[in-house]
């Protein structure tokens, strides 16, 4: 089991004449076995931060920290780093003439050496991972014919053939109808659960989040506010961020009402 720590994280870019600061001072760890959802309007940095948290981009300042060996996450290679964390991304995989159990083999890829050929130990893993998002019947399927949502299935399940404790993903519910978001996110939190994994995903999809997530990562301004749905709730900071007019937030219950055009308050009751 991996925990992943944040230790007064700044984000941003730095050129060698300008540095642009996206969020600084932020202290919070993703824990194993729990669903972490990372919310924020657009701009804010949620890309940015999943970045820098992937190695894609390193941090302005801070410390990101593996917890098993409490080093920066700087100090890892391509290769270490390819065994600890998986990332599945917003863009759909645009490829043709491959299968799904093709394209969930690639995962094994940190494993397989140079030539890339899957040892039967690689195949099984690649049968378990297809077996665990649920996709047996697709696994000779072509990936271009499958539907947006079997394709993320496809995506996630490379990851989990990957073997990393550590699982990021950027929007991935993003082009979706509303019962496959609902099955997608269901599925995360299995695999965090059950699997105990590690996983944080970036999302706009904010009612299911409040309801299926273990904890919340809300990116406001250059702050990161961190805790489960009801203690965001009770702290006003999901209300700041939810409610507009027309728009409002029940702490109680974690639901968002959105009302038709009205003349008074006294039509919403």
């Not at 219950?253 to 959105?258: P, S």
Request: glycine share 8%; with cysteine.
């Amino acid at each position: 089991m991996e925990n992943v720590i944040l230790q007064n994280l700044s984000i941003g870019y730095a050129t060698k004449d300008n540095r642009k600061v996206v969020a600084n001072g932020m202290s919070a760890a993703v824990q194993s076995g729990q669903l972490t959802c990372l919310l924020g309007r657009n701009g804010v940095g949620k890309s940015t931060l999943l970045r820098t948290l992937s190695a894609f981009q390193p941090p302005l300042s801070g410390d990101i920290l593996i917890t098993s060996e409490h080093r920066p996450l700087r100090d890892y290679s391509d290769s270490q780093l390819s065994r600890i964390i998986g990332v599945v991304l917003t863009e759909k995989p645009e490829v043709r003439n491959m299968t799904v159990d093709e394209m969930v083999g690639m995962g094994r890829s940190p494993y397989t050496g140079f030539w890339g050929a899957l040892s039967a130990d690689d195949k099984q893993k690649v049968g378990e991972a297809i077996r665990l998002v649920g996709i047996s019947d697709l696994q000779h399927r072509m990936v271009h014919t499958l539907s947006d949502g079997e394709r993320q299935k496809v995506m996630i399940a490379k990851t989990l053939a990957q073997q990393t404790p550590i699982i990021y993903l950027d929007e991935p519910t993003a082009f979706l109808d509303f019962p496959s978001k609902v099955e997608i996110m269901q599925l995360l939190r299995r695999l965090a659960h059950d699997e105990q994994k590690t996983i944080l995903l970036s999302t706009h999809d904010v009612e299911l989040s409040l309801q299926l997530a273990d904890c919340i990562w809300l990116m406001d301004g250059q702050q990161l506010h961190v805790g489960t749905p009801h203690q965001l709730a009770a702290a006003g900071v999901l209300h700041r961020f939810i409610e507009r007019s027309g728009i409002a937030f029940d702490a109680a219950t974690l639901t968002i009402r959105v009302y038709k055009e009205i003349t008074s308050e006294e039509e919403k009751k």
